[in-house]
């Protein structure tokens, strides 16, 4: 029996690392090898949770991890077309039927195969040639979430644009919203390196929001102009909260402007610290963006093309036999932006 190693919640704050049977895929199935598998904040939330709520009842249960894979195409079912051994993917976890890979489903991207179950190019998988690496073909998924909260933004090319938070789906952003023409794109974070990271990527200014007044430097980037009060306030447009804490919230109603808007793509936490009075003067618009409707694919052209720009978000490559290095530098808040997880060619 062939086996494989993959990566599970274990106990609070720790993962398992388990040997299994390795899948064999049914007639419209395909067997992928994977190459590299990005980390991702909800790993680390069902890590902090020991598990996942989706046993009877809402229980906790254990579950596998990651939803952000790249492989290569190992095996394919006789039904299966348009894929072959030795074919380079990118994976869809939402297109899974027996459920989401990584995050409740029975699969999980920090494996060293997965099961593609109906295997069908442009709805569960995309192929991306050789020369692109696998760890930025990792990158696939959450610049797919990255894209979504920007087509959710509406962003024009005249829009002057903040991103808060500069992790991978800020900085993210910050790339597609500058592919898009937009005329000027600011991040703001309380991390010197990260801000670094942010200009190499695109950005035309970063405010470091743990020294800097946030409203006063927008303003100076962007411009004076007024709320519904005729009160100033900055002339940002749109403000994207990529960092999920308070403080965005409130940095934002003391700078928005009357009819700014704001997308909010962070998991939030609840809070009753947010000054909704405030929203009300601005007629501020708060616009929410979860996953990828369409986008899962749509990223994958231009992570090709632009495949240079979009490494510099990957901050560490932590090979698989360190996975509990790599889980604890993802977990250490200010330890890394994006944490990779790559495997070895071996069958």
Request: glycine content about 12%; overall charge negative.
């Amino acid at each position: 029996m062939a086996t494989m190693k993959s990566v599970k919640t274990g106990p609070q704050n720790q993962i398992d690392v388990i040997e299994t049977e390795r899948p064999a895929p049914g007639p419209k199935d395909a067997l992928v090898r994977i190459r590299a598998c990005g980390i991702c904040g909800t790993d680390t939330f069902f890590l902090h949770l020991g598990g996942g709520p989706f046993g009877p009842g809402g229980s906790m249960t254990s579950l596998p991890l990651g939803h952000e894979p790249a492989g290569e195409i190992v095996e394919v079912g006789a039904e299966v077309s348009g894929l072959k051994a030795g074919d380079r993917v990118v994976v869809n976890p939402q297109g899974a039927p027996s459920g989401i890979i990584g995050c409740g489903g029975p699969l999980g991207g920090l494996s060293e195969y997965l099961l593609i179950e109906n295997a069908e190019v442009g709805r569960s998988v995309a192929v991306f040639p050789d020369h692109v690496p696998f760890d930025v073909a990792a990158l696939n998924e959450p610049m797919a979430v990255a894209l979504h909260c920007v087509n959710r933004s509406g962003a024009k090319p005249s829009d002057k644009v903040v991103v808060f938070g500069a992790g991978p789906i800020g900085l993210g952003a910050t790339i597609w919203l500058k592919l898009r023409g937009v005329e000027h794109v600011v991040v703001a974070d309380v991390i010197p390196e990260r801000l670094e990271t942010a200009l190499a990527v695109g950005a035309d200014a970063v405010v470091n929001s743990a020294t800097e007044n946030v409203t006063e430097r927008l303003t100076e980037l962007h411009g004076e102009a007024a709320n519904a009060l005729g009160q100033p306030r900055a002339g940002t447009d749109i403000y994207i909260d990529a960092a999920g804490a308070p403080a965005v919230f409130n940095a934002v109603i003391d700078s928005a402007k009357w009819g700014a808007k704001m997308v909010m793509v962070a998991v939030q936490k609840k809070s009753d610290a947010i000054d909704l009075g405030g929203m009300l003067r601005s007629e501020l618009t708060l616009i929410a963006s979860q996953g990828y409707p369409t986008e899962i694919f749509e990223v994958t052209p231009q992570l090709i093309e632009h495949q240079e720009r979009f490494a510099r978000l990957i901050s560490h490559r932590v090979p698989f036999a360190e996975a509990e290095q790599a889980f604890a530098l993802a977990m250490t808040p200010g330890a890394a932006e994006k944490v990779v997880v790559t495997f070895d060619d071996r069958d």
